[in-house]
């Protein structure tokens, strides 16, 4: 299967698990740690994402974030089920089905689907990104001052959340004005279609930027580590921006 048939394989698993999600029962909601919740749907949405994905694409591997999988191969599916499970379990529409592709160590495909908005980001490596199928592209702002910023707050993590803390007023004053959606792929994407010129968290997983990391990279963004020394794919420490002013943004999250 060529990669563009991946690509369209998976936005048809995100829009099949968003049917689904948005026509759950009562919700049985289980707390894995502090701030971090779990429903039966997350489950539920990732099994029906590995058997579209892998039962048309056998020679895959797969990791999800509830059940885990393989962590090398040569082709392997990275699915978040639920990407903003606090969202969802309140009833808000900002949450996301996110899938990417990694092939031979290389993130090569991005898929973010958004039930709430029925709006499907897709990338293929090589060949920009769409939205709904239209073509999307960064802003060209370039000036902070002109800026919108989403941020996570890093919030599980006391350590993280007191770092963010420390950034937080400086960036606020620096900028135009600043987002928070609960959901880090959606975050990304918003970058990417020029909705926002950056999108900065730390203590992310894998699974919850590699489709928005295609999605940015494909729509001219750059990613770069929330510590500029620090490559932000093993980390989960991220800077994404337009690439205008990631670096205005870096000099406030490192003074």
């Not at 495909?109 to 293929?124: K, N, Q, R, S």
């Not at 919030?155 to 004005?177: I, Q, W, Y």
């Amino acid at each position: 299967m060529t990669l563009r048939e991946r690509a369209q394989l998976a936005g048809r698993a995100a829009r099949a698990s968003g049917e689904m999600l948005e026509h759950h029962g009562k919700l049985r909601v289980q707390r894995k740690s502090e701030n971090d919740f779990v429903t039966e749907m997350d489950f539920k949405s990732e099994q029906l994402l590995k058997e579209m994905l892998l039962g048309a694409c056998p020679e895959d591997c797969f990791f999800g974030e509830e059940t885990g999988g393989a962590t090398v191969a040569r082709g392997r599916w990275i699915v978040d089920p639920i990407d903003g499970t606090a969202n969802f379990m309140r009833g808000q529409r900002l949450y996301t089905i996110s899938i990417a592709y990694e092939q031979d160590g290389e993130l090569v495909i991005g898929c973010v689907y958004c039930p709430g908005t029925d709006e499907l980001f897709l990338a293929i490596r090589g060949e920009g990104a769409t939205l709904n199928g239209k073509p999307i592209h960064v802003s060209a702002t370039e000036k902070l001052r002109d800026s919108v910023v989403h941020i996570g707050l890093g919030h599980r993590n006391p350590e993280l959340l007191a770092e963010t803390e420390t950034v937080f007023f400086p960036l606020m004053r620096a900028v135009s004005d600043i987002r928070r959606s609960g959901t880090a792929a959606y975050d990304l994407c918003c970058v990417a279609a020029g909705r926002a010129e950056a999108f900065i968290e730390q203590g992310l997983n894998l699974y919850d930027y590699a489709a928005g990391y295609v999605i940015l990279t494909e729509a001219g963004g750059r990613m770069d580590g929330w510590h500029p020394w620090l490559d932000p794919l093993r980390t989960g420490a991220l800077l994404a921006g337009n690439g205008r002013v990631n670096d205005g943004i870096s000099a406030i999250l490192n003074p």
